[in-house]
Each structure stands twice: as structure tokens, then as C-alpha cells.
């Protein structure tokens, strides 16, 4: 069992940044792959950014590209998400998961082994 905890959701104006941070405790942090995923309002979930254990392997939602980055600190155990240039459609309640195979599952959709964050708001105003 993996527990995700997420913090560093906020209030923040279009053109913003705002760094994402995920907690990873109960296994071996390594043995991971992370990933950032979100929900906005009426919307289904949806994959952001994922990382395999050892940041070769890098993924990002092209909505995403060139304004986010995912990255990770093993020896903290911590994920990040730096999201710079919010857009108001970047609204949306953020979610870590943690995947014992691989990033490529996370980006393919592939959550049978996931393990989930309980997520953190993040709202970007016009």
C-alpha cells in the first residue's frame, strides 16, 4: 500500500505559477512510477504528467506541454508539478498516483495498479 498526499493547490491569476508537491509514504518510493493527473468540474479525470523512477522517462499532456513540469526527489519521496502560465482552464482539483510498472501505464491510461492521492484544489481566475 502507497500513501499519496498532495499539497501546494491554490488560488492563483492566469499567467501564475504554483508548485505541486506529493508525499509518498508505506513502500519504497523508487519503486514507482508518479504521475499528476486532474479534474475539473463536470469533466472526466485526465493525465497531466508522469515520470518513471528515475526522471529518464517523462510524459506531459500536450494542454500541458512547455508550461509544466513534472519531476521527483528520492530521496524525499516527493513529486512535483511546476505549473507556470496557469490558464483559468488549468482549474481543477489535482490528483497524485503512483503506478509500481511503469509512467508509460499512467500516460496510457492503464490504472488497474494505481494507487491515488486524495487531490488538491487548484483555481486560476481571468
Known amino acids: 500500500q502507497v500513501q499519496l498526499i498532495e499539497s501546494g493547490g491554490g488560488l492563483v491569476q492566469a499567467g501564475g505559477s504554483l508548485r505541486l508537491s506529493c508525499a509518498a509514504s508505506?513502500?519504497?518510493?523508487?519503486?514507482?512510477?508518479m504521475g499528476w493527473f486532474r479534474q475539473a468540474p463536470g469533466k472526466e479525470r485526465e493525465f497531466v504528467a508522469a515520470?518513471?523512477?528515475?526522471?529518464?522517462?517523462?510524459y506531459y499532456a500536450d494542454s500541458v506541454k512547455g508550461r509544466f513540469t513534472i519531476s521527483r526527489d528520492n530521496t524525499k519521496n516527493t513529486v512535483y508539478l511546476q505549473m507556470n502560465s496557469l490558464k483559468p482552464e488549468d482549474t481543477a482539483v489535482y490528483f497524485c498516483?503512483?503506478?509500481?510498472?511503469?509512467?508509460?501505464?499512467?500516460?496510457?491510461?492503464?490504472?488497474?495498479?494505481?494507487?491515488w492521492g486524495q487531490g488538491t484544489q487548484v483555481t486560476v481566475s481571468s
Open positions: 498516483a503512483a503506478d509500481p510498472q511503469s509512467a508509460f501505464r499512467l500516460r496510457a491510461g492503464i490504472y488497474d495498479q494505481t494507487y
Open positions: 508505506g513502500r519504497t518510493f523508487t519503486n514507482y512510477a
Open positions: 515520470i518513471n523512477f528515475n526522471s529518464i522517462m517523462i
